[in-house]
């Protein structure tokens, strides 16, 4: 698929929706400068080209009591194929994300949960894992992300 050309007022179109993608289009124009329809027309167009693939709810995971934020390195054995690797750890709720990575560890595990005891068994859980041959916990003590919502 062909990279987007992307104008300063498409960046600035992208960056308002980040922020908040339940920003009505009125709303947008008016913080880009340009009437709704051409607004609406790049919106449609950064659609139709793939550049905005859906629109979703940020959850704020403490709410639920996932206040402990941690990553895990795994390590597999060498023929492990990759779709072996994400499978077990897809199917626990507290995973945010599993990254498959070149060099050591091969997978990174994303986790929000309630304490370190929560984290602790859903550890203990991908290793039973016959595929995981060894693992590392590293915990978040304090965390940015682009476009994400101030805290």
């Known amino acids: ?10 960046r600035q179109i992208l960056d308002l929706l980040i922020e908040d993608g339940r920003r009505t289009v009125r709303e947008i124009a008016d913080l880009v400068g340009l009437s709704p ?8 167009r950064l659609e139709t080209q793939g550049v905005i693939v859906g629109y979703t709810a940020v959850v704020d995971e403490s709410r639920l ?9 795994l390590r597999f054995a060498g023929n492990t194929k990759v779709a072996e690797i994400t499978a ?17 560890p091969d997978a990174i595990v994303h ?3 309630t304490n370190l005891r929560h984290l602790h068994s859903l550890i ?3 290793r039973r894992d016959g595929h995981v041959i060894g693992t590392r ?3 978040v003590l304090d965390s940015w ?4 919502p101030a805290p």
């Open 111 to 113: 986790f929000k949960v």
């Open 137 to 139: 916990t590293l915990m």
């Open 65 to 73: 009591g996932n206040t402990f934020e941690a990553f895990a390195e």
């Open 124 to 126: 203990d859980l991908i």
């Open 37 to 44: 329809s051409p607004v609406r027309r790049r919106i449609e």
């Open 1 to 10: 698929m062909p990279v987007a050309e992307l104008d300063a007022t498409d």
């Open 145 to 148: 992300q682009r476009g994400a």
């Open 88 to 104: 077990s750890a897809k199917e626990i709720p507290e995973v945010i994300a599993i990254y498959t990575v070149a060099g050591d």
